[in-house]
């Protein structure tokens, strides 16, 4: 942790010297711009507290988060006629057919501005519309498409990259090159706390602009947050489950090219209350312009409103979100989105009295591996099975090794092979099930390694 922390820090320090190289404008501004509704709702503050496929544009690091197959969509009207469209899934690597632990995410943004007709100068010196001419009209937009990969390097952190293909239009003028985002996500040793850190746009090219204009540069940011999640705020359930969730980030965002912007800071909020099986997520955030605090275009205008409804089903979590974006006298963006989670089934609460067994031991064995346990001979708990995850790195996440049904209440044990793969370290976690297929938490993580 520390290393980590001390690498940042001369990161930190060295970026003013490099931006120093650099000024102007850069190309394909939209860059700059967020996706998803959630997080436009919020400030565009998500580095450290993004946890579902969104991550793969937000920070890369943190798309291990996603741990079912996921679906996000998102449409954007915005002022000046301008549109964006936004479509990402995410899957586990091994759902993929991939022998790697971690998540693959890919994504596509298209951003168009309404055409407008061109101008041509007329013998007398006067601009007319090319319309009235030729017919003649032009647009411009961008395209990025991007595929990420993270995974869980270690228990106390996660990281991630995005490569991306960027594409930039301009009347007749158009241009394609390639990009990186390098992200990671650190557990704090605080609970509920996690920090981010993204480096967006890293590339060795420039993307042509219009005739006569040189090439510029992409939008490159270091962007870092500290996130804050929490549940049990105010309301329970009549087991003391939390009911309800709060979500806080705060980000900092580091323009590096060009170096002439000024540092900006945003905040984001988020309430969730559990209405049966349906949350309400009431959201807002602040974007603090980094030059006088306040944008020109007004206070109001650093404001970010929305909410999300979303509600568990059998095999699936939907999303429905919304952000409402002031933009001053330029108008306002609205932005409507949808994310699905498949294969995520109703939660059910814990109850009190379901405990974990109470002992678990391994035995390592030729590519296998024995997980044996503790029975509970309390008939007050009603335990019905157990069930038995797997994880290869300390911590999680972990995998289902009982994925149709739990083990019967009079089994003790579970033989995991014979195909592990010798020499490398295992985890492992039980938990105890009841009748209506709720869990316990889990047991103490415990590993070893085959032979």
Known sequence: MKKILLSAA?????????????????????????????????????????????????????????????FDMMHNASFGGTNYEYLAVGFPAQ?????????????????????????KEDVNGNYVSNTILDGDVYGAGGTVFGAAYSWQAAKSFSVGAT????????????????????????????????????????????MNQVQGAPDAPLPLNLKFGLGYKTKGVWMFDDDGNPKDTLALDVDGILPI???????????????????????????FGYRFDGNQFVSDLGWFNGFTFGFGISRNFDGADISIDYAYIPYGDLGQS???????????????????????PKIVKLKAGAQQIWVLW??????????????????YTPGGKYYKLTYKVPLPATRYYLKVGPKLKSGVRMYFVVTSVDAKGRESKYSKEISAIPR
Do not use: H
């Open 10 to 70: 001369i990161l930190l320090m060295a970026l003013p010297l490099f931006a120093s190289e650099f000024g102007g404008v850069t190309a394909s501004p939209y860059l700059n711009l967020g996706v998803g509704a959630r997080p436009s709702g919020m400030g565009d503050a998500y580095t450290a507290i993004v946890d579902n496929v969104d991550a793969g544009w937000w920070n890369p690091g943190a798309l291990v988060k996603v741990e079912n197959p996921q």
């Open 95 to 119: 759902q993929l057919g991939f022998d790697i632990w971690g998540t693959i995410g890919i994504y596509a943004l298209l951003v168009r501005v309404d055409d407008v007709p061109t101008t």
């Open 163 to 206: 490569l991306k293909l960027i594409n930039q239009k301009i009347a007749l003028e158009e241009g394609w090159i390639p990009a990186m985002d390098f992200g990671i996500l650190v557990n704090t040793s605080l609970p509920g706390f996690d920090l981010g850190m993204v480096l967006q746009n890293v590339s060795f090219m420039q």
């Open 257 to 283: 090219s060009p170096a002439n912007m000024p540092f900006g800071v945003n905040c984001g909020f988020e309430y969730g209350m559990n209405f049966g099986d349906t949350f309400f997520k009431p959201r």
């Open 334 to 356: 609205q932005m409507f989105g949808m994310t699905i989670n498949v294969g995520q089934p109703t939660p059910t609460p814990t109850p009190k009295q379901l405990n974990p």
């Open 374 to 391: 503790s029975l509970d001979r309390d008939s007050k708990t009603k335990i019905a099975g157990y069930n038995v995850y797997m994880s």
